[in-house]
């Protein structure tokens, strides 16, 4: 059974920058493509970046987020710059499309 630890959350002001992580255990991440979501209060969850043969990133983000990943360590990466306060949101790590159970996810809290 895979399980997925979102991390590197936190409180930032906008205009500034975090970098979470992704980590699996159980199962290879290496034979998936990846992706990033989020889901602010109130909203659905909505996808925000992806990475496989090619990456692609959300319109919302784009010019902003950046993903990556290390297959050596099973971690996938979200580094994300010029922080709006409409990027606050739980984001959370699956497999694009998901199909895996859901992390807890990582806070992410922009102040304007």
């Known amino acids: 059974q895979v399980q997925l630890v979102e991390s590197g959350g936190g409180l930032v002001q906008a205009g500034g920058s975090l970098k979470l992580s992704c980590a699996a255990s159980?199962?290879?991440?290496?034979?998936?493509?990846l992706g990033w979501y989020r889901q602010a209060p109130g909203k659905e969850r909505e996808f925000v970046a992806h990475?496989?043969?090619?990456?692609y990133i959300a319109d919302s983000v784009k010019g902003r987020f950046t993903i990556s990943r290390d297959n050596a360590k099973n971690t996938v990466y979200l580094q994300m710059n010029s922080l709006k306060p409409e990027d606050t949101a739980v984001y959370y790590c699956?497999?694009?499309?998901?199909?895996?159970?859901w992390g807890q996810g990582t806070q992410v809290t922009v102040s304007s």
């Open positions: 699956n497999t694009n499309p998901a199909i895996w159970a």
């Open positions: 159980g199962r290879t991440f290496s034979h998936y493509d």
């Open positions: 990475i496989g043969g090619t990456t």
